[in-house]
């Protein structure tokens, strides 16, 4: 089977080659159709969906992943969220939501200002290139969970999804 990413992102492509080691895994440039930074739950899923349906119908019969990076707020905090899916051969769709940890207010400001968070992230942490490789987890974790391993958490989640159902 081929699994196609709505990415280019390495660790969005890795996180996927974790989880589908047997298949063949490859990352295509998609729009996610939504803001290129996400501020709610809704907005972030939507983009995901919109990945994945995206991949699958450019390949069909094989699998779309679509994993979304983005932020939303809860009583005046931003918190960190992530979302996946998955569109099957027969266009059925699974979801999925990962890990969340709350974001600086220094982060918070800079992203209402209409600054991308991986942007935000590389100023922050005086780093090149933070959302291709340890992610804002990664550096609010202190390494602990890097951006591969969350996405990866979540494409667990959708695959055993779309293993129950078959």
């Known amino acids: 089977m081929k699994i196609y990413v709505g990415s280019n992102n390495p660790a969005k492509i890795d996180s996927v080659k974790q ?3 047997e298949d063949e895994v490859v990352g295509m440039d998609v729009e996610s159709k939504v803001a290129a930074q ?3 739950d ?9 990945r994945a349906r995206e991949c699958a119908a450019m390949n069909k019969g094989n699998f779309g992943i679509g994993l979304e990076g983005g932020v939303m707020e809860i009583e ?6 992530n979302w996946g899916a998955l569109v099957d051969q027969k266009e059925n769709v699974f979801t999925a939501s990962g890990a969340r940890i709350p974001l600086p207010d220094e982060i918070k400001e800079e992203l209402e200002k209409g600054k991308e968070l991986g942007d935000v992230m590389d100023n922050y942490a005086n780093k090149n290139e933070v959302r291709k490789n340890e992610g804002a987890i990664g550096i609010f974790t ?3 969970v890097e951006r591969e391993e ?17």
């Open 42 to 50: 809704e907005e972030t899923l939507e983009g995901a969906i919109n």
């Open 38 to 40: 996400p501020f709610s």
């Open 150 to 166: 969350m996405f990866m958490h979540v494409v667990k989640l959708l695959k055993g999804q779309w293993e129950f159902y078959q």
């Open 19 to 21: 989880v589908f080691s």
């Open 76 to 81: 005046g905090d931003l918190y960190l969220c």
């Open 142 to 144: 202190n390494g602990a």
